[in-house]
């Protein structure tokens, strides 16, 4: 059966398509700049990464390129060959807990909930009006990064406010990034051999978030109402006093809206480094001496030092620690700085074993309390997974 994994942006369109339950990837790629000009999409076939340019007015006609595509390149010789259609969608609200069919109360409860994802979710309902139009016989299903969080109990969840926010403003914390725990926390059941595990996975990328897992559901988790919450990230602040946003406000004038962008967009390692938000240059920095980049790893590495600790409490023990994401499986120098500021806890890093880059590894010491690994997620997968199961 074939199953394609769709991650719809604003201006973006990501595929993957598989043949299942072999999951075996049969073409991938990306649309670019789509309704903005200029625009040009790669497809990955075969070993071989082919660009294109075409300009591309819409999402319907995004989708119509990659059917051409699977017919040019002899992925399929039907449209009806592919029986589902998995989309990622950022904010499920408290609505949704599970990846579900969508029909047009889940589209509607998609559009209702852009509040809460106004860069996410608004695309992500294009993309599925679009899929419709052009594979109106595949089953098309919902898969949300917040399903996995709503195991959390009320008082990890809830933000000690006026009860009416949550009641009226469904203010809350939802977290984020919960197909890739999903997945990581799968492999890691799987390699461990049994299902009561207690586990911290840290999907640190660009954005970042952490999760404790017991027995495979989320007890707690970093991001918050959104995806600011939590750690430090490449442009995002993470945690702060909340008071600094009115101080700051009334001293500068900066509208709300300039106050989103400078917490989203302009802090996090690209403040502190003065750099740059990207880890890699953050790291070339720190060879050179840079201050501000050895103070933004610092800061970087301290407070998700901070979350791990927090959560192995919380969860009174933990089987096994997972890095993944960009960072966490790429960046031998964070997961060493994090791990080695993990010592009191008994946690012992291999610096030979970590000495690699995006592959499957345990990377602690024999001695060590809680096993380390490296686990690279594959949320594409895990939407393929999800929508095959309901078909």
């Known amino acids: 059966m074939k199953i394609l994994?769709?991650?719809?942006g604003s201006s973006s369109l990501k595929f993957q398509l598989y043949e299942m339950p072999e999951e075996k990837v049969l073409i991938s790629g990306g649309m670019e700049r789509i309704g903005i000009g200029n625009s040009f999409y790669t497809i990955k076939i075969n070993g071989e990464k082919i660009k294109k340019e075409k300009e591309l007015n819409n999402h319907s006609e995004a989708f119509k390129t990659l059917v051409d595509e699977?017919?040019?390149?002899?992925?399929?010789?039907s449209l009806d060959e592919i029986k589902g259609i998995g989309h990622r969608i950022v904010q499920g609200g408290a609505y949704f807990d599970k990846t579900v069919v969508i029909d047009d109360d889940v589209l509607a409860k998609i559009e209702e909930l852009s509040a809460l994802a106004p860069l996410h979710n608004p695309a992500a309902a294009t993309g599925?009006?679009?899929a419709f139009e052009v594979f109106p016989n595949a089953v098309q299903t919902a898969v949300f990064d917040t399903a996995f969080h709503q195991t959390m109990p009320k008082e990890n969840y809830l933000y000690a406010v006026p009860y009416s926010w949550y009641e009226d403003l469904k203010v809350r914390r939802?977290?984020?990034h919960g197909t890739s725990h999903k997945f990581v926390a799968n492999r890691m059941n799987e390699i461990l051999g049994r299902e009561d595990t207690k586990l911290i996975t840290c999907h640190i990328g660009n954005g970042a978030s952490i999760s404790a897992v017991v027995g495979g559901k989320c007890l707690d988790t970093s991001m918050g109402l959104t995806p600011n919450a939590g750690l430090i990230m490449g442009t995002r602040c993470g945690d702060i006093d909340a008071s600094i946003i009115p101080?700051?406000?009334k001293e500068t004038g900066m509208s709300p809206e300039e106050m989103d962008t400078a917490i989203n967009k302009q802090s996090g390692l690209l403040a502190?480094?003065?750099k740059s938000s990207d880890s890699r240059d953050i790291e070339e920095g720190i060879a050179e001496g840079d201050e501000n980049c050895i103070l933004a790893q610092k800061?970087?590495?301290?407070k998700i030092v901070d979350y791990i600790a927090k959560y192995y409490m919380e969860m009174g023990g933990c089987d096994a620690i997972c890095f993944t994401a960009g960072i966490g499986e790429r960046s031998i120098d964070t997961r060493r700085d994090v791990i080695n500021a993990l010592a009191p806890l008994g946690i012992f890093l291999d610096e030979d074993a970590n000495n690699i880059k995006s592959e499957e590894r345990k990377i602690s010491t024999p001695d060590s309390k809680v096993e380390c690994w490296i686990i690279p997620t594959d949320e594409e997968l895990m939407i393929a997974r999800d929508t095959f199961n309901l078909i």
């Open 247 to 249: 101080y700051v406000m």
């Open 272 to 274: 502190i480094s003065k």
């Open 5 to 8: 994994s769709v991650n719809a």
């Open 299 to 302: 800061m970087y590495v301290r």
């Open 70 to 77: 699977l017919i040019e390149n002899n992925v399929v010789e």
């Open 174 to 176: 939802y977290g984020a």
């Open 128 to 130: 599925i009006k679009a």
